[in-house]
């Protein structure tokens, strides 16, 4: 069974940051793609940045609300994605979701989200 368990969200400051991590834990043969959503109060889910296998270091997807101030990474080795959240800006409050698409152990396609983990960044 495979889960993704999200850490790193808190309290921040305007112009702060945080380093959120998502490991994907259980019998993964291989990850695809895995990626960020938030969702803010009264708002939509929207994605925030993905990345997916292939090039040098993956192919990185960011909305445009967050070019040059997040960074998604990945250790291929842990399992673990990261997203590194700098000059935070209020409207960044949000629950940040971790998802996942991957191939399990027994060679199934799995798509499945984590729990989340709260951002807020106070003006």
């Known amino acids: 069974q495979v889960q993704l368990v999200e850490s790193g969200g808190g309290l921040v400051q305007a112009g702060g940051s945080l380093r959120l991590s998502c490991v994907a834990s259980?019998?993964?043969?291989?990850?695809?793609?895995m990626g960020w959503h938030r969702q803010a109060p009264g708002k939509q889910r929207e994605l925030v940045a993905s990345?997916?296998?292939?090039?040098?270091?993956?192919?990185?997807n960011y909305a445009d609300s967050v070019k040059g101030r997040f960074t998604i990474s990945r250790d291929n080795a842990r399992n673990t994605l990261y997203l590194q959240m700098s000059s935070l800006k209020p409207e960044d409050t949000a629950v940040y979701y971790c998802?996942?698409?991957?191939?399990?152990?027994?060679?199934?396609?799995?798509?499945?989200w984590g729990q989340g983990t709260q951002v807020t960044v106070s003006s």
């Open positions: 998802v996942a698409n991957l191939l399990s152990s027994a060679l199934q396609p799995w798509n499945g």
């Open positions: 259980g019998s993964i043969a291989r990850i695809f793609t």
């Open positions: 990345l997916t296998d292939g090039g040098d270091g993956g192919i990185t």
